[in-house]
């Protein structure tokens, strides 16, 4: 089945906020999702295993970094391009 899920990450107590984003989003795609990023969020798009896979693994290591907050909203109704 293919999702979209709308991720939102946070930095907490980091200098730099974009280091962690970053890696996020090159782990999506790393597991070939579709990721569209935005100002707040990002969406991002493909099979649902790898969409979990890849959002343990961003978790995991954008955490091991330091304090995150993840926000994560899922759907298989989202229209994809």
């Given at each position: 089945?293919?999702?979209?899920?709308?991720?939102?990450?946070?930095?907490?107590?980091?200098?730099?906020?974009?280091?962690?984003?970053?890696?996020?989003?090159?782990?999506?795609?790393?597991?070939?999702?579709?990721?569209?990023?935005?100002?707040?969020?990002?969406?991002?798009?493909?099979?649902?295993?790898?969409?979990?896979?890849?959002?343990?693994?961003?978790?995991?290591?954008?955490?091991?970094?330091?304090?995150?907050?993840?926000t994560?909203?899922l759907?298989?109704?989202?229209?994809?391009?």
């Amino acid at each position: 089945m293919f999702l979209t899920a709308q991720v939102s990450l946070y930095p907490l107590r980091q200098t730099e906020l974009s280091p962690a984003i970053g890696k996020a989003l090159d782990i999506f795609r790393e597991h070939g999702l579709e990721v569209t990023p935005g100002n707040m969020s990002s969406l991002v798009t493909g099979p649902d295993e790898a969409l979990f896979s890849a959002v343990k693994e961003a978790f995991q290591k954008t955490a091991s970094q330091g304090d995150i907050v993840m926000t994560l909203t899922l759907s298989n109704a989202c229209p994809v391009s």
